[in-house]
């Protein structure tokens, strides 16, 4: 069992960026491929982007070019750095580590 703690949101002018972590504890973080998804209220969570535990990642295609994930296994803490950013990214963003532990989420609002 793993938990998890997100950090970094805030508020952020269009253009803008904004480092997310996602604190990990509890168990072996290197071993789980960990995930970022984001929520708006009244629609369903989506998947932004994904780390493997072996490195590789995957990103949906709204996202690719401006945003990148990461993770230190040293410090037990992945992030996604986020770029050139847009109204539409305002979300509440989530980490997660496969297959189904959850963080509580850190609101990223991008407002002029």
């Known amino acids: 069992q793993v938990q998890l703690v997100e950090s970094g949101g805030g508020l952020v002018q269009p253009g803008g960026s904004l480092r997310l972590s996602c604190a990990a504890s509890?168990?072996?973080?290197?071993?789980?491929?960990m995930a970022w998804y984001r929520q708006v209220p009244g629609s369903q969570r989506e998947w932004v982007a994904t780390i493997f535990r072996g490195g590789a990642t995957t990103y949906t295609g709204s996202v690719k070019g401006r945003f990148t994930i990461s993770r230190d296994n040293a410090k037990n803490t992945m992030y996604l750095q986020m770029n050139s950013l847009k109204l539409e990214d305002t979300a509440v963003y989530y980490c997660?580590?496969?297959?189904?532990?959850w963080g509580q989420g850190t609101q990223v609002t991008v407002s002029s």
């Open positions: 997660k580590a496969q297959p189904s532990y």
């Open positions: 509890g168990s072996d973080f290197s071993t789980y491929h």
